[in-house]
């Protein structure tokens, strides 16, 4: 009995020694087990690899958002953009005095004082429609007629809008464009081929439109035509009232120049023509 009694402490210190040995190498060993690896990590996280990482990772973020930028870039050089296509001229004659600038990538701004209050109005709509920022200041001989500011101002319009266009490099070239206006239906189709040359069938019910000359609308656009090297139809599909035929006429022209000066991202930048020139000569 006493020799099992020995036997069975013997048995429990033994293994009390052991547990408490054991307890005291754990932290030990789990020191050990937890810092093999420590060491590689903070090895691989050192300041020189943190850097290498970071400029690795920023040069894969600049390369993937230059991919979008480059396919969807609608102009050939940026920095035109930024600036605007702009022209700019002033027309002085014994007759008139005229300012015009016109920025084809606008917004809309309109600010005309041509001392004729319907023509105003439809320069009015070329900015609207066209989102064109078009600025005219004329005066003249309007105490004989309209005739003379009409026509110079478009010829002033024609050469802002030549300057404005540059050498044309990825551009539509092309536009055309039919607006409704209540009862009037008006189409347009242009080419800003450099070659000038007016299409022209509108007709009128009435010789005027408040003050304004219904036979001034057509030598509006000749006069344009012949500044600007633009080719140009103008048709009536139908109409009854004078003004709303003139102002669907605006609107089209509008619409359809907006349409052709915009430009093409599959051009990339170069010129609408397979004689790879566009020019007035």
């Not at 090895?43 to 943190?50: A, F």
């Not at 002033?156 to 239906?185: M, Y």
């Not at 009128?204 to 035509?225: C, I, K, M, N, W």
Request: charge should be neutral; hydrophobic fraction near 35%; glycine fraction near 6%.
């Amino acid at each position: 009995m006493e020799l099992s009694i020995s036997s069975r402490l013997l048995h429990n210190s033994s293994s009390n020694a052991a547990a408490i040995t054991l307890l005291k190498s754990k932290p030990s060993v789990h020191h050990r087990h937890t810092s093999i690896p420590l060491l590689p990590l903070q090895h691989s996280l050192s300041p020189l690899t943190l850097k290498q990482m970071n400029n690795n990772n920023s040069q894969s973020t600049l390369s993937c958002s230059s991919f979008p930028q480059r396919n969807t870039s609608p102009a050939p050089n940026s920095a035109s953009i930024v600036s605007g296509r702009i022209g700019e001229v002033e027309r002085v004659t014994k007759e008139t005095n005229v300012w015009v600038k016109i920025n084809l990538d606008g917004t809309g701004v309109a600010n005309s004082t041509t001392s004729i209050p319907f023509l105003d109005h439809m320069l009015d709509q070329l900015a609207s429609h066209g989102l064109f920022d078009v600025h005219v200041k004329a005066t003249g001989d309007i105490h004989i007629d309209d005739h003379h500011t009409n026509e110079d101002v478009a010829l002033a319009l024609g050469t802002a809008l030549l300057q404005s266009l540059g050498d044309r490099k990825g551009i539509n070239r092309f536009g055309d464009f039919s607006a409704p206006l209540d009862e009037a239906l008006v189409h347009v189709s242009l080419d800003l081929s450099g070659r000038p040359h007016l299409s022209y069938d509108l007709n009128f019910p009435t010789a005027r439109v408040g003050t304004y000359d219904t036979q001034l609308v057509e030598h509006f656009f000749q006069s344009l035509v012949n500044t600007s090297g633009m080719t140009l139809h103008i048709r009536q599909l139908a109409g009854k009232n004078s003004h709303h035929i003139i102002e669907a006429t605006f609107k089209a022209f509008a619409r359809a120049l907006r349409q052709a000066t915009e430009y093409d991202p599959r051009r990339l930048g170069t010129i609408p023509s397979s004689k790879g020139v566009l020019s007035r000569s």
